[in-house]
Structures are given as structure tokens and as C-alpha cells.
């Protein structure tokens, strides 16, 4: 139990320094392999990580697979973006925090992080923006104890509007990163 939690607590400082700057500078991949291999494979996993899971999603009147459990973390698959960011906001944070969990507990799940954009911008402005996205998605994942290969990324940029009116509500809906499970164990 201690391990766990004092693991937790070091994969939260490192994510807050990370993602508590606000330049939109995203980790070059060079970066990205020193966070991966800090990083708890699910192998080293305990049981006190699959109660932590069990806590997060366990609903007892829920009959059908905890991913979909409306009550839970787990159902909330997509995270939100300032305008012209890629840095995770503070409000997402443990929905991300609750698919890397599930990621930790489940070696054979697989994911695709699907970055999104809105209309302004260039379309290759925008696929980059979607890409970065996408990483500072992954980035926190991984700190947590998801692993780097159950996670594919792509970049959709402006390509699939959530929404395709041209206001401030749609563009807000359209800045995003969409969590597809490709297998779900």
C-alpha cells in the first residue's frame, strides 16, 4: 500500500510540474522515452492499484462494462482544450488519471488518442495541434502508470468537427482529444 501511494504521489508531482507551466511547448520524443521508462509496468501492478480501479468505477447497480458506466470516470472519453493549447486543464486531469488506471490494471487494452482541432488555423497548423494535444494526453497517462505501447496516437486536426457551426461554442466543442479503446479486455 505505501509503495503505491508513494508512487501516486511522484507520479502527481512530476505531472504537475509538467503540465503546470504555461508554455504550449510539447516534450520531444527524447523526453517522451525518459517519462515512459519512469513509468510502473503493469506487471509491478498490486492489488491496492486494482482496488484504487475498483473505487473508481465499481457502481453495484451497473450491469454492463465499467468503461461504459455512466457514473464513472471511465465513460467521460473526451478531453476538452483552450483555445490554441495543448496543455491538459486542471478539470480533466482525473479523467485522465482513471483511463490510465484502467490502462495499468488491463496490459492488453489499446487506445487511440485522437487529437482535434477547430477550423482556424491552417490545416497543417491544426493536424500539429491535434498531434500536440494527443501527447500532452498521453504524457500524463504515462506518468501514471499507463504504458506508451497500449497507446497509438492521431491526428485529425480540423478534419472531424464535433460540432460544424462557426461559434465559439462549436470551436470549443471541436478542441479535443477523443480516448478510443480499441480493445477493452
Known amino acids: 500500500m505505501m ?3 508513494l508512487k501516486l504521489a511522484v507520479a502527481l508531482i512530476v505531472s504537475a510540474f509538467l503540465f503546470g507551466c504555461t508554455s504550449q511547448d ?11 521508462d519512469q513509468s510502473t509496468s503493469a506487471d509491478d501492478a498490486d492489488s491496492d492499484d486494482a482496488d484504487s480501479i475498483a473505487m473508481v468505477t465499481e457502481d ?14 471511465l465513460s467521460t472519453k473526451t478531453v476538452y482544450f ?23 490494471s488491463h496490459p492488453n487494452a489499446r487506445i487511440v488518442l485522437e487529437g482535434h482541432a477547430d ?3 491552417t490545416r497543417e497548423y491544426n493536424n500539429a495541434l491535434g498531434e500536440s494535444r494527443a501527447k500532452a494526453v498521453r504524457s500524463l497517462m504515462t506518468l501514471i502508470g ?3 505501447q497500449q497507446i497509438q ?17 462549436a470551436w470549443a466543442a471541436n478542441r479535443r ?3 478510443e479503446y480499441l480493445t477493452r479486455e
Do not use: C, K
Request: proline share 4%; no cysteine.
Open 82 to 104: 483552450d483555445f490554441d493549447r495543448a496543455d491538459v486543464r486542471p478539470q480533466d486531469r482525473s479523467t485522465i488519471e482513471a483511463h490510465a488506471q484502467w490502462l495499468q
Open 153 to 169: 496516437l492521431l491526428s485529425y486536426g480540423e478534419e472531424r468537427p464535433a460540432n460544424r457551426a462557426h461559434t465559439e461554442e
Open 177 to 179: 482529444v477523443v480516448i
Open 119 to 121: 477550423e482556424r488555423g
Open 60 to 73: 453495484t447497480n451497473w450491469e454492463g462494462h465499467a468503461l461504459d458506466n455512466p457514473e464513472s470516470l
Open 26 to 36: 510539447t516534450m520531444d520524443d527524447d523526453t517522451q522515452a525518459t517519462v515512459v
Open 3 to 5: 509503495q503505491t501511494t
Open 146 to 148: 499507463g504504458s506508451a
